[in-house]
C-alpha cells in the first residue's frame, strides 16, 4: 500500500445519467503519479477528498507505469466533489489496494461486468492479451445512455457483448442472456451482487468482486466484513475478489 499525492490529468462525463435515474452521471479521471503499489487487476484506491472525513474507495480500471484510471459514478457529496476536481489538482490516496482477480490458465476465461463494476475489468482483459490469452467480455448496463468503454476495449482488441436491460443497446436483458449462449471455461466479474450470485451458480469455477461500505480501506476497521465459508473476512483486505465457493449470498 502506497500513500502519496497524485495528480489528476484529466477528469471527463461519461454518461449523462443513468437510464432509470438521470443524475447519476459516470465519470473517468486519469492521474499521475506512483503505481508501484498496484499488483493485480481488480485492486482499489482510496482518495481523501477535502473537508470530508473518509476516503472514497474506487476500483482501479487500468494503470502504467506513470497513471492511474478509474471510472466513477456520481451517487453521493464525495462523489461530487470528485467531479469538480480538475486538471493539475493534487490529491492524496492509498494504492494497491485490496486482492485483485488473479490471471488463470483455464482455457477461455469469461469477464462479466455490470455497470460500474466494467472497469475493473479492462485491467484484466490487457492482463490476459499480455498472457497470449484473449478473453470474452460481457458488459451488463440498464440502457444504451448507460454504456462505457467500449472504445477503450476495442483499442486493446477486445470486442464487448452488451445486454441492457431495456433493450435499446444489445442483447435485450441480463448479462445472462448472453452467457448462456458462449463457450468458456471459467469466469471473473465484478458489479451487482444479484449478478453475482447467479454467476456462482454456473458449473464453472470463477472469482467475483464484491462491494461492501467501506470505512478504513485497509482491514482496521472492520465496516466492510461479510460472511463467507471461511468465516468473517474484510471486503478491503481479505477480498475484494474472493473465490466463488467462498460466498454465502
Keep these: 500500500m502506497n500513500r502519496e499525492k497524485y495528480t489528476v490529468r484529466s477528469n471527463e462525463r461519461l ?3 443513468n437510464g432509470f435515474t438521470p443524475d447519476l452521471s459516470v465519470w473517468k479521471m486519469v492521474l499521475s503519479g506512483d503505481t508501484s503499489a498496484i499488483t493485480a487487476p481488480g485492486q482499489f484506491v482510496n482518495i481523501a477528498l477535502p473537508g470530508r472525513y473518509l476516503r472514497r474507495p474506487i476500483s482501479i480500471c487500468d494503470w502504467d507505469s506513470t497513471t492511474i484510471t478509474i471510472v466513477y459514478r ?6 461530487l466533489d470528485m467531479t469538480k476536481l480538475a486538471e493539475g489538482t493534487q490529491v492524496e490516496m492509498l494504492t494497491g489496494l485490496g486482492n485483485g482477480f488473479k490471471t488463470v490458465d483455464c482455457g477461455t476465461p469469461l469477464l462479466v461486468g455490470g455497470g460500474v463494476g466494467l472497469p475493473p475489468m479492462l485491467g484484466l482483459a490487457k492482463a490476459y492479451i499480455a498472457m497470449g490469452v484473449k478473453p470474452i467480455v460481457v458488459a451488463g448496463f440498464n440502457s444504451a445512455s448507460d454504456v462505457i468503454l467500449t472504445e477503450d476495449f476495442a483499442s486493446a482488441g477486445i470486442e464487448l457483448h452488451i445486454s441492457t436491460m431495456d433493450g435499446s443497446a444489445g442483447t435485450k436483458g441480463t448479462v445472462m442472456e448472453i452467457i ?6 471459467c469466469f471473473q466479474a465484478c458489479g451487482p451482487k444479484p449478478m453475482l450470485k447467479a454467476l456462482a451458480e454456473l458449473p464453472k469455477p470463477g472469482q467475483v468482486s464484491v462491494e461492501e ?3 478504513c480501506g485497509f482491514g482496521v476497521c472492520m465496516g466492510c466484513s461479510c460472511k463467507t465459508t471461511e ?3 474484510r ?5 475484494p475478489v474472493f473465490d466463488k465457493e467462498m460466498m454465502i449470498w
Design 15 to 17: 454518461t449523462a445519467g
Design 74 to 79: 456520481e451517487v453521493g457529496v464525495g462523489t
Design 235 to 239: 471486503v478491503c483486505k481479505d477480498g
Design 180 to 185: 448462456k449462449d458462449l463457450e468458456f471455461d
Design 213 to 215: 461500505r467501506m470505512g
Design 231 to 233: 468465516g468473517v473476512k
